[in-house]
């Protein structure tokens, strides 16, 4: 594959080629994300104004556009400087005027000879009784009307942009298509009734009726199609360069893992047997493994981790576990160690944070094999950390690790395994755009004896009534975390929220029952803070949201969420898996500030519906769109032009079993089929594909 395939240069030529584009339109498309006339017509109409002619403006209701075939009455120019120009024109039923501002007079009797005929379209309005269009969007003679769309697509502009100079760009980028053969399989293409690539773009632009805008519409449905199948076939091609990549064969004998069975107060769930043979299998295999466990809050992802790293260890390698932030790092070490000492493996903790002989000492050891198991932060990768054999790395991410990050750790020259871990429940849609090169292990069960937690909505107005309830349970020797309103704009203000919800606390409490977690604290003082309420020293915690992921105090049975509208579903759920992890029954106050809007209410009474995190990312999806529900700019998530992850999730799964179907087939893309598909990818920029076809 050397290059872009000549039929598609005429749309990756230069904009001032279109009709109505010069230089400067040019600079302003390319401020809007419009560089080629490809871009240009992936660029679709967001809506349409309907310019069916009527014979009077009679038929319609005002105000809304309207076009009509009138005849040019008399002109009357302004008595006044500053008031407008007016021409009384008259249809089949009755008269009305046209406005204009700042118009000339000379020009207004040219374009609108009184006596002759003109077909006019604008916007109708009345205007003290009188029925007006101020400066009309169309004033043809009847024979040149043609040009006059009967529904006109509207674009999304750009300032600098018209819809006129959109509408004469996109045609003149119409005419530029070439011939393509097609890439979509073809009983799929016939069953959905879909068009040709070159016909749906056509359709695409020139819709006939509101209905043909919607994501629906067989032409619209075939172009997210194929956006979805380029970046499907792409994932698809890292997944097999993956898996090509040859690996260690890592199958260990089991005695490890019976150890850290035998120490389990209850047994493995079903999905988490399933998870850990399918992992077991990937890590025995000559090839190297790229998976994504996926577990809502508490199924008992770590288990699974840490069999997963006892395999790798009874073949005589190395693992790594590596988390996000410094609290998760040692919170992972904490809730691992008694399980490795049941195993008698070595397992050693690495973060930022050791420094000196400490941290000379535990690279000498892992340098010579020692250490087996490394927890950590993302300073496992710093150049001075070698390991003597390295063979598993298990990812706890969220979201921070796109897919760059995980071929950069593959491209370490080691043949690592991977396992990716994440406890935030994503949509399946999001989930095959943001981890469709991996293969996915899901734990959809919560282990025994994990009791639900009552969720409770309460206006932030009965604060006393909350406090005084609080007071009694801490006086039963219940533990509960208080979390303060997210705020957007700043640390510094959440801080000082956090403080002074510490201070009244303390104060309705006594001294020493509460403790305060927040971002701008000092590393150490977090920790001491967070040791003191895991030890059940301090029995109230008031933090912001650096508790969200990986705390576990089993002790703590009581949530409290204060501004709980302000917070994503998501987040309040993770918020809420850290109670519920013990014997007591636990609780969850979500605060909010009253009045709420409608949205806010629905969010917050789903979470009060139900604890399936897979539900609750459904419904957040479709109420924040895809972008929020992960962060797009850390989420390595493609920007679609086209394709709605929202409204057309059905499509991605359709595009992933195509795409890797097709590879099965046509692993070098050299097959008919295959070489439309490279055409495909050209045409929507899917460059890593297009490199990993050549590397593959």
Same mark, same amino acid.
């Given at each position: 594959m050397t290059g872009r395939p000549e039929a598609l240069f005429p749309l990756f030529g230069t904009l001032t080629r279109l009709d109505g584009v010069g230089a400067k339109t040019a600079q302003v498309m390319i401020d809007a994300g419009i560089a080629k006339p490809a871009d240009l017509l992936l660029t679709l109409p967001v809506s349409g104004v309907d310019r069916r002619r009527r014979g009077s403006i009679r038929e319609?209701?005002?105000?809304? =556009?309207?076009? @009509?075939?009138?005849?040019?009455?008399?002109?009357?120019?302004?008595?006044?400087?500053?008031?407008?120009?007016?021409?009384?024109?008259?249809?089949?039923?009755?008269? &009305?005027?046209?406005?204009?501002?700042?118009?000339?007079? /000379?020009? $207004?009797?040219? $374009?609108?000879?009184?006596?002759?005929?003109?077909?006019?379209?604008?916007?109708? *309005?009345? &205007?003290?009784?009188?029925?007006?269009?101020?400066?009309?969007?169309?004033?043809?003679?009847?024979?040149?009307? %043609?040009?006059?769309?009967?529904?006109?697509?509207?674009?999304?502009?750009?300032?600098?942009?018209?819809?006129?100079?959109?509408?004469?760009?996109?045609?003149?980028?119409?005419?530029l298509l070439p011939d393509l053969p097609d890439w979509i399989d073809p009983a799929q293409k016939a069953r959905e009734g879909w068009p040709d690539w070159a016909q749906a773009l056509h359709l695409a632009h020139n819709p006939q009726s509101s209905v043909d805008l919607s994501?629906?519409?067989?032409?619209?449905?075939? +172009?997210?199609?194929d956006e979805l199948m380029a970046h499907q076939i792409t994932l698809a091609l890292a997944r097999i360069t993956a898996r090509?990549?040859?690996?260690?064969?890592?199958?260990?004998?089991?005695?490890?893992?019976?150890?850290?069975?035998? /120490?389990?107060?209850?047994?493995? !769930?079903?999905?988490? !047997?399933?998870?850990?043979? *399918?992992?077991?299998?990937? #890590?025995?295999?000559p090839l190297r493994m790229n998976r994504l466990l996926q577990g809502d809050v508490g199924s008992g992802k770590t288990l699974v981790a840490m069999m997963a790293l006892c395999q790798i260890v009874e073949s005589g390698g190395q693992g790594v576990m590596m988390a996000p932030t410094e609290i998760l790092a040692r919170q992972h070490y904490a809730g691992l160690e008694p399980l490795a000492a049941a195993a008698g493996i070595r397992l050693?903790? +690495?973060?930022?944070?050791?420094?000196?002989?400490?941290?000379?000492?535990? #690279?000498?050891?892992?340098?010579?094999?020692? =250490?087996?198991?490394?927890?950590?932060?993302?300073?496992?990768?710093?150049? /001075?950390?070698? &390991?003597?054999d390295l063979r598993l790395a298990v990812i706890d991410e969220q979201h921070r690790f796109g897919v760059a990050q995980r071929m950069e $750790?593959?491209?370490?020259?080691?043949?690592?395994?991977? +396992?990716?871990?994440?406890?935030?429940?994503?949509?399946?849609? $999001?989930?095959?755009?943001?981890?469709?090169?991996?293969?996915?292990?899901? #734990? /959809?069960?919560?282990?025994?004896?994990?009791?639900?937690?009552?969720?409770?909505?309460?206006?932030a107005a009965r604060m006393d009534e909350i406090v005084a309830k609080l007071r009694a349970a801490v006086a039963e020797g219940r533990q509960a975390y208080w979390v303060c309103p997210l705020v957007e704009e700043s640390e510094v203000v959440e801080m000082t929220a956090a403080e002074d919800r510490f201070k009244r606390l303390r104060a309705a409490l006594g001294e020493g029952v509460v403790g305060l977690v927040h971002g701008q604290m000092p590393v150490a003082e977090k920790d001491a803070a967070m040791?003191?309420?895991?030890?059940? %020293?301090?029995?109230?915690?008031?933090?912001?949201?650096? =508790?969200?992921?990986?705390?576990? @105090?089993?002790?703590?049975?009581?949530?409290? =969420? %204060?501004?709980? *509208?302000?917070?994503? #579903?998501?987040?309040?759920?993770?918020?809420?898996?850290?109670?519920?992890?013990?014997?007591?029954?636990?609780?969850?106050l979500l605060i909010y500030q009253p009045p709420l809007s409608q949205n806010g209410r629905k969010r917050l009474e789903i979470l009060r519906e139900t604890e399936d995190g897979f539900r609750i990312s459904e419904e957040d999806l479709m109420m924040r769109g895809a972008g929020d529900v992960i962060?797009?700019?850390?989420?390595? +998530?493609?920007?679609?032009?086209?394709?709605?992850?929202?409204r057309q999730a059905g499509l991605m799964a359709v595009a992933q079993s195509d795409a890797r179907k097709l590879l099965h087939d046509d692993p070098d893309l050299q097959m008919p089929r295959g070489q439309a598909a490279r055409s495909l990818l050209w045409l929507l920029e899917q460059d890593r594909g297009i490199r990993l076809i050549s590397i593959g």
């Open positions: 319609v209701i005002a105000p809304c =556009i309207v076009t @009509v075939e009138v005849t040019i009455g008399a002109h009357l120019p302004p008595k006044t400087k500053g008031k407008p120009y007016r021409v009384t024109v008259e249809d089949e039923q009755t008269s &009305f005027q046209l406005v204009f501002f700042h118009a000339r007079g /000379d020009y $207004l009797q040219k $374009l609108l000879p009184t006596g002759q005929r003109r077909v006019v379209s604008g916007k109708l *309005e009345l &205007f003290d009784g009188i029925a007006q269009i101020v400066h009309p969007d169309h004033m043809l003679p009847p024979a040149e009307a %043609e040009t006059i769309p009967a529904f006109e697509p509207v674009y999304p502009l750009h300032a600098g942009l018209t819809q006129k100079t959109m509408w004469k760009a996109t045609r003149s980028a119409l005419a994501p629906h519409h067989p032409a619209r449905a075939r +172009l997210a199609y090509r990549a040859k690996g260690v064969a890592s199958a260990g004998d089991g005695h490890l893992q019976t150890r850290v069975l035998a /120490d389990l107060p209850y047994r493995p !769930t079903g999905a988490q !047997t399933r998870a850990i043979a *399918e992992i077991g299998s990937d #890590l025995a295999a050693e903790v +690495l973060t930022g944070r050791d420094k000196g002989h400490d941290r000379a000492t535990k #690279l000498a050891a892992l340098a010579q094999g020692e =250490i087996q198991i490394l927890v950590g932060t993302h300073a496992v990768f710093q150049k /001075d950390v070698h &390991f003597h $750790l593959g491209a370490k020259g080691r043949a690592v395994d991977v +396992l990716v871990m994440t406890a935030t429940p994503i949509p399946r849609s $999001l989930a095959l755009a943001q981890y469709g090169d991996m293969d996915v292990s899901v #734990l /959809d069960e919560k282990p025994p004896g994990r009791k639900p937690v009552q969720t409770a909505l309460v206006s040791a003191r309420f895991v030890s059940g %020293e301090t029995r109230v915690l008031v933090a912001t949201t650096v =508790i969200e992921v990986g705390v576990n @105090v089993p002790n703590a049975s009581i949530m409290m =969420i %204060e501004g709980a *509208e302000s917070f994503g #579903l998501a987040q309040l759920h993770q918020l809420r898996g850290r109670v519920g992890r013990g014997a007591a029954a636990s609780t969850c962060g797009t700019a850390q989420s390595g +998530l493609p920007r679609f032009r086209i394709a709605d992850l929202e």
